[in-house]
């Protein structure tokens, strides 16, 4: 498994532990503790764990005495964030327009909206980039094989 196998499915593994403690600490203040909508968005506090995602360099080091990043290498990385930014785009045009058919064209949007516009942008464009990756070395550990 190399360098950037690793570095991707670290990041799939950090972000859906940071999704899942996220949701559930608003249900718990939502429907336990009984807390307005706004105040329980407090659990979302736990996404700071997806900065982890972007540590994982340091932690993978490479071993061996290979170059770090060949052409085959590159052009892998490249043709992940193309299909990262496919599929975000259609999300964030959506998103952008959605409030317009909501609001109407004289209706103010919610701060909040805008901001979770961007969340949702940054989740997305992580998320297909480290699958991408995974795809196309694959999935498994070829070194054992």
């Not at 498994?1 to 593994?13: C, D, S």
């Not at 429907?31 to 506090?45: D, E, I, N, T």
């Not at 999300?91 to 701060?111: C, E, Q």
């Amino acid at each position: 498994m190399n360098k950037w196998q690793k570095q991707a499915r670290f990041t799939l593994i950090v972000m859906g532990i940071a999704l899942t403690l996220s949701l559930t600490a608003v249900g718990i203040l939502r429907f336990v503790f009984y807390l307005k909508w706004h105040s329980a968005m407090a659990g979302f506090a736990f996404m700071a764990l997806m900065a982890l995602s972007r540590v994982d360099p340091s932690m993978f080091r490479i071993k061996s005495k290979k170059p770090p990043l060949d052409e085959r290498d590159l052009l892998i990385k490249g043709k992940a964030m193309i299909a990262a930014y496919w599929g975000f785009w259609p999300i964030f045009v959506l998103m952008a327009m959605a409030p317009f058919f909501v609001y109407g064209p004289d209706g103010k949007v919610p701060v909040t909206y805008l901001c979770w516009m961007v969340f949702v942008g940054m989740f997305v464009v992580m998320t297909l980039y480290s699958i991408a990756i995974l795809n196309e070395y694959g999935w498994r550990n070829k070194d054992h094989e």
